[in-house]
């Protein structure tokens, strides 16, 4: 199975900040990666499809890029609401992997 | 509008057997790859299962041999059989519709199973 590792697991940022979380995958997967939000009690929406392309409806201060094995999700001016967990995922192999998620706290 | 919804969570014991259901509206059911997510309270995203347009499935080891998902295109359904439950399997069980090119783009909002004594 194709191993996906975030991080860091958590990190502090306030308003207006710039943040920046890495996703590896054990082996490479080309662009097939997606990253997801989640906020608590909700179920994840997609942010990022295919490495960097911006899922409709979602602000452009998301933005992903990579390919291979290292990725990378950026978030431009943190607004509050975009304090929650992401999670990259990779749908190059049939077996579904997860990343163990980046929790974005104040 | 596109919406999933996921039902028959609940209690087991342990060994038991339980069956979800997940009914699916507002795009053409047949046409998407469906996915079934779990999630640990507190914990990550595990996916479960996979079952494509033409009927293959896919499991990862943890629920392999146990678990079977099915699809009902008639029906606008999905559903996971889940054999031999465990208390590991404790979690909330998500309905995702996906496309490999394109995400995980619609989940439901889970169902969740307790599996205790």
């Known amino acids: 199975d194709i191993q996906m590792t975030q991080s860091p697991s958590s990190l502090s940022a306030s308003v207006g900040d710039r943040v920046t979380i890495t996703c590896r995958a054990s082996q490479s997967i080309g662009s097939f990666l997606n990253w997801y939000q989640q906020k608590p009690a909700k179920a994840p929406k997609l942010l990022i499809y295919?490495?960097?392309n911006l899922q409709s409806g979602v602000p452009s201060r998301f933005s992903g890029s990579g390919s291979g094995t290292d990725f990378t999700l950026t978030i431009t001016s943190l607004q509050p609401e975009d304090f929650a967990t992401y999670y990259c995922q990779q749908s190059y192999s049939t077996q579904v992997t997860f990343g163990g998620g980046t929790k974005v706290e104040i | 509008d596109v919406q999933l919804v996921e039902s028959g969570g609940g209690l087991v014991q342990p060994g038991g057997s339980l069956r979800l259901s997940c009914a699916a509206s507002g795009f053409t059911f047949s046409s998407y790859d469906m996915h079934w997510v779990r999630q640990v309270p507190g914990k990550g995203l595990e996916w479960v299962s996979n079952?494509?347009?033409?009927?293959?499935?896919y499991y990862p080891d943890s629920v392999k041999g146990r678990f079977t998902i099915s699809r009902e295109n008639a029906k606008n359904s999905l559903y996971l059989q889940m054999n031999s439950l465990r208390a590991g399997d404790t979690a909330v069980y998500y309905c995702?519709?996906?496309?490999?090119?394109?995400?995980?783009?619609?989940w439901g909002q889970g169902t969740t199973v307790i599996v205790s004594s």
């Open positions: 295919t490495s960097s």
């Open positions: 995702v519709r996906a496309v490999v090119l394109y995400g995980m783009d619609v």
């Open positions: 079952i494509g347009t033409a009927g293959d499935t």
